[in-house]
């Protein structure tokens, strides 16, 4: 009894845990005061250049400096509610599953859990703390990009609880939880890149021999935890971000991720089907159908004039279109298989005729431009006729007349006179020869 009292006093008193969920809650939103304006930069560059839109921010740089210009200093604090609420709701359930599991998954003597069981751990403490915190998270998202839109086009949250009122009562209470797949995905990225990318760089930066096991070391490392993190979570973040954002069309959602997954399901495992035309759609479900239908295998392409009559095609692997299918479509036409049969065949057939005639007919030889039509505006045209017929004599040019050679014979008997000395030195030759061996 002693002994177990000893060690009652002995074991530290430590806060109660709803204390330090308080806590950990109260310095998430605490952070958000200062990092709201980058999370609205942030939330307008993602939106920006959405659907037909050109991108209305080059950098951040650029963005902040536009939200200044148009809407102010508060115009960088817009939302700033629902980021505390989203603080509020998100980071005391992430803390309080967190720290409830790695009670729970710590032995008896105080050893806690491996490396892997920790990552698991924050994983399922992030999904678990992003559903709940997806209402206040898709308050934000909208309350953050009304500014970029126009006057007419506004939402006009006041705050977020205005915000979440009026999207229960415009939209259905299943609006608030829009998009939350994505936001457990994008949580469980974070967490399970951020534990492993912090314990890696923190181990780099201490076996480079330039650190030791201090607060800069931990700094460092955060840092390139942080770079890799968002490196790995922005692509998810972009989609999260968009789908809590859209609007309800003809009262149809503006993305329909859900339903083209299970579009092109049905159309893979339909065997009749060679190809799926879809209806005109905006640049980024565009690109969604794309990507879907890539991961698919399947192959798509994209036609029409202009944005808002584009639209997707998709076909299976097996029966991709040919060239001249493509360029039906690029021209705006129905493809039909049997009369594009019909214009090869013609067209082969016109070629052969062609080939044909260009080998029976036997064009005559002729000179391309008359000499003396061309140069006629020059030379005249009586000027070339007595050139012709005379010859004189030009000194500068080397050209001698007969008159003033001194070797008048002609090429015959010059010819006649080399060949008779030829033989006459033979013929002396071979005379000194025959004395040369009678001696």
Known sequence: MAAAADTAKAKPKTSPKSIKFLFGGLAGMGATVFVQPLDLVKNRMQLSGQGSKAREYRTSFHAVASILRNEGIRGIYTGLSAGLLRQATYTTTRLGIYTVLFERMSKADGTPPNFFMKALIGMTAGATGAFVGTPAEVALIRMTADGRLPPDQRRGYTNVFNALIRITREEG???????????????????????????????????????????????????????????????????????????????????????????????????????????????????????????????????????????????????????????????????????????????????????????????????????????????????????????????AYGCVPVANKRDTRSIEEAMNEIRAKKRQKKGEEEGAGSGSSSV
């Open 173 to 395: 209470v299943t609006t608030l939880w829009r998009g939350c797949i994505p936001t457990m995905a994008r949580a469980v990225v974070v967490n399970a890149a951020q534990l492993a990318s912090y314990s890696q760089s923190k181990q780099a930066l201490l076996d480079s021999g330039y650190f030791r096991d201090d607060i800069l070391c931990h700094f460092c490392a955060s840092m390139i935890s942080g770079l890799v993190t968002t490196a790995a979570s922005m692509p998810v973040d972009i989609v999260k971000t968009r789908i809590q954002n859209m609007r309800m069309i003809d009262g149809k959602p503006e993305y329909k991720n859900g339903l083209m997954e299970k579009e092109v399901s049905d159309f893979i495992q339909d065997s009749t089907l060679q190809k799926k035309k879809y209806d005109p759609m905006g640049k980024i479900e565009r690109s969604i159908l794309h990507d879907v239908a890539e991961v698919a295998g399947l192959t798509s392409f994209s036609f029409g004039e202009d944005e808002e009559s584009r639209y997707v095609m998709l076909f299976k692997k097996e029966f991709a279109p040919s060239d001249e299918e493509l360029e039906a479509y690029r021209k705006g036409e129905e493809w039909d298989p049997q009369k594009a049969e019909q214009r090869r065949r013609l067209k082969e057939q016109a070629a052969l005729e062609m080939e044909e005639a260009s080998r029976s007919q036997k064009r005559p030889v002729s000179p391309n431009s008359n000499y003396r039509d061309k140069y006629s505006h020059l030379i005249g045209t009586s000027a070339a006729k007595d050139a012709a017929h005379t010859l004189q004599a030009n000194r």
